[in-house]
């Protein structure tokens, strides 16, 4: 397991890689698929690229189907990418950065931890004011940040 400072390190140098946006751009896929849309500009036919690749020409129009619904294979992506002389790029693009990512896992978690305790506190007389509660949850958030916390298998989601 990654340390909690390594961890720091993978995030910053992730999000400086992902930072330009070019990836961002390179992962909408056509509508049409990329294999579809390859294949079109290169003017070639799901003949031709069936011969290419050693499959049936059904082959062909069954993996641009399943690469419209998210199901293709990998390794079926390489092989139609090497016949056609492309390289097949596999990557995970965040939509935000991932400090920011984890920061706004933190903070939720941590509101959602302390809101009880709130609660608990007023209803004994003893709340506190609104700037020490939001001093409180960052602080409280920088620790779950620090102790690797974040992840815990606790049944919340990203949008809480």
Not at 5 to 21: I, Y
Not at 24 to 35: E, F
Not at 93 to 105: D, G, K, Q
Not at 125 to 136: H, K, N, Y
Request: hydrophobic share 40%.
């Amino acid at each position: 397991m990654a340390t909690r400072k390594s961890a720091e390190l993978g995030r910053k140098q992730l999000d400086k890689k992902f930072d330009d946006g070019s990836l961002n751009d390179l992962a909408r896929r056509p509508t049409s698929g990329w294999v579809r849309a390859i294949r079109d500009a290169l003017g070639m036919t799901s003949r031709q690229l069936a011969a290419r690749m050693g499959v049936s020409q059904p082959a062909v129009t069954q993996l641009e189907q399943s690469e419209l619904n998210w199901g293709v294979r990998l390794d079926s992506l390489r092989r139609a990418a090497a016949a056609m002389d492309c390289e097949l790029v596999y990557a995970l693009v965040p939509r935000t950065s991932l400090e920011e990512t984890v920061h706004r896992r933190a903070q939720l978690l941590a509101e959602r931890d302390l809101a009880a305790v709130d609660r608990s506190m007023r209803l004994e007389g003893q709340a506190v004011g609104a700037d020490e509660l939001r001093q409180r949850v960052g602080d409280y958030a920088a620790r779950l940040v620090a102790d690797g916390r974040l992840w815990d298998d606790d049944g919340m989601t990203n949008d809480g």
